[in-house]
């Protein structure tokens, strides 16, 4: 699975996910029509219950849609089998979310290497790689703490480090920052930033508008549909400090 | 005052809202209660029915035979004129016979069996007048069988059977307390027949059936001036001065020691619903430990709401400790209502003895006993929970902070080079080691059980051949079949209650890991693996405590056969037997927990990390 050129590394038509039935029906994801290109930073704004995590979701496979369809990089992925649906999040897909979801009884090398494990990797491949991504986020000296004694902030680089662990084709985060202070949310970005130099295509969902201002692209919704999409010139090339309004 | 509604609403609402997991516990401690107190109230009920037959066929107080050795005449005055001095002795108020008694070979309805003949007049006699429960009494071409003996075999009156191939009509059944009534085996000469079933002819039938293989002997009925002192009165006329270590001419018998044998089977029972009964309130402590930490998890939040309303840490333990002690009291009642119920069909003597045990004692302090149990089990089981959530911060409960799993680093290094199912399985077993201990002791109880089963079947057919060490065990089996066969019975009530229990606890366990591991499994999932991957692990975090505990039940089960079986004779079941007992309780815990392990793999894992977040 692979983009490249001018093609969408993701793009969904008529993207829809619905709860409930007839008088108590919900469109948490109403006609989303979307196009990623590769290598690019996508922000999604919007208000708290406006469907943005329910997208993540179905854009990640970790939920199915009730209508329309989905392809990463041309490849149609709303009808994959659960367990396409697996290897997909395994292999193409990284997530990165608010609560950080790592295991707790596992150090952050420990969890970083959980990816390539499941991927099939030998233990020393998937431990060596775990260590380089760590050291990427700058927590080489933490690899044999538990998530219990690392800060917020740490705990989302190791997260964010478990979400490269198989080189994904598109890293997904779910409000990144929600969690953090200003310093960690600094730190959280540079991450991105450094990502984004790298070419990695990203899709941060957050409800802080310094954030979104950090990206390439700006899209706004609201109950479940883009109520707009705007193309940002800063981008995270700037000074990303300035622009996400923490320097002070 | 208050306060106690407020505990007792709580109390009653938790437990309605929690319908399911409460009747399984309920079910648990009705199985352990039930058990225990029909092992307490088999207690002292051994006697009755020996003592109702006893007074009914005027039984002997001393029984005294002497048999001449093998290839002497047919009919040997010395062994007859050792039995003369005792009609005399000090002490004797009464005797009948000596009556002759011979070996023989009973054919009937397809069974071949050993028997001893007792040669009758046709007059009722003073002492040892067997009791006819059917027909009557014995009369030329006729005989008479001892009750359990004919209904192990099959035979009513009006049939016909052979002796040592002559014809005979069976006149009548009838029971005696002049024999155990597990046979007469006691009174064998000759390897060839062990354990004999008896029966009574008459005296010109008895001393024609006799051979110069097995010569006639004889038997002597004496009733004493002091029964109670019938013991020492076979001691003192036995060469040696122990009538248990005789070795000669004559053999006595005293009552109490017959009594003592018809009482063994109920003692069996006894022994093994005792043990069964602690068995079973260890998987029910481990039941009511499982699901009490399972529901912890989920009652946090709950614990946190009481306190942030005001309730204290004692009002918190109090709700918790108050729930659990209600079933167990409600269990506990139900539990000895049905042991009662119950123990008439275990103290049945058998057909070798009248009338029945009687009402089995259920006194308070049985009762007491019983309730003391399920209370104490379910007190030790939630104490430790209960004093943790009346101690957990309200804001962290509140917050429904889980508690920290534990941590395995060699265990998480070593699964790192397995395969997915296998590291994924091997890491949850590791978070909660005191569940998969639990796990583990369930199966191996219940294990145990099983293979106790085993030896008791493997042991049907083997009699047990006592001093003389010989004989044909395959061909005259019946009376010592019956017996084993009711121990059978019982044994397999026991390992059903304790499957039963197991398949409960097994259930428990995987839910309360499936919930544990909820978060875990949707993170999981969410970075690659997939449903099948995920169901494999948590399957093999039921399946692996359970192969554990299967290995364990093995030499547990031998143990608890040895304990029940009181050094009797045992037989040992094929290799395979054990082998299948392992792999299908292996297999029975994977499907018990198919279900709920498949909708733990299959939940949304959007909705998994939102209800995180949220």
Redesign the interface.
Known sequence: MSATGNESMLRTRGLRKEYGKEASLVRAVDCVDLDVPAGETLAVMGPSGCGK??LL?LLGG??RPSAGEIWLAGERIDQMS??GM??L???AVG?V???F??????TAV?NV???S????RS?RA??RRARDLLEQVGLADRARH?P?QLSGGQRQRVAIA??L??SPLIVLADEPTGNLDSEATLDVLQLFDSLHQTGQTLVIVTHDSRIAATADRLISMRDGAFVDDTRLTGGTVGNLSALAGLDG | MGKLIIVSRLVVRDLRYRRGETAMLVIAFVAATATLTLGLVLHGVTSHPYQQTRAATAGPDVEATAFPSRGGPPADRAALASLTPLVRARGVTAHTGPYPVAFAVLRAAGHTDAVLAEGRGQAPAAVDQPALTQGSWVRPGGMVLERSFADALGIRAGDRVTLNGRSFLVTGIAVTAAVPTSGVGFLESSPQFPNPGLIWVTRTAAESLATLAHPLGYLLNLKLANPSAAESFANIHTSGGSYRNNVGNPYLLPWQDISQQDGQLIRSEQQIMLVASWLLALLALSSVAVLVGGRMADQIRRVGLLKAVGGTPALVAGVLLAEYVAVALVAAVAGLAAGRLAAPLLTSPGAGLLGTAGAPPLTLGTAGEVVGVAVGVSAAAIFIPAIRAARTSTVSALLDAARQPRRRALLIALSARLPVPALLGLRLAARRPRRVAANAITIAVTVSGLVALLFAQASVGVPDLGATGSGDPGQFDVGFASQTERLDQVLLIVTVMLAMLAAVNAIFIAQATVRDARRNSAVTRGIGASCRQVAAGLSAAQVLPALAGALAGIPGGIGLFAAANQGGYSGTPPAWWLIAVVLLTVAGVAGLTAAPVRAGARSSIAEVLQAEVA
Do not use: I, K, Y
């Not at chain 1, 979801?101 to 596992?106: R, S």
């Not at chain 1, 494990?117 to 099939?120: F, R, S, T």
């Open positions: 995590s329910t979701h970790l939920d659960e367990r697996a290897a999040r395994r292999d997530f979310f608010q609560a979801h790592l295991m707790d009884e596992l420990e290497e959980l990816p494990l499941l991927a099939g233990p998937a431990r538990l219990s478990r979400a662990a198989n």
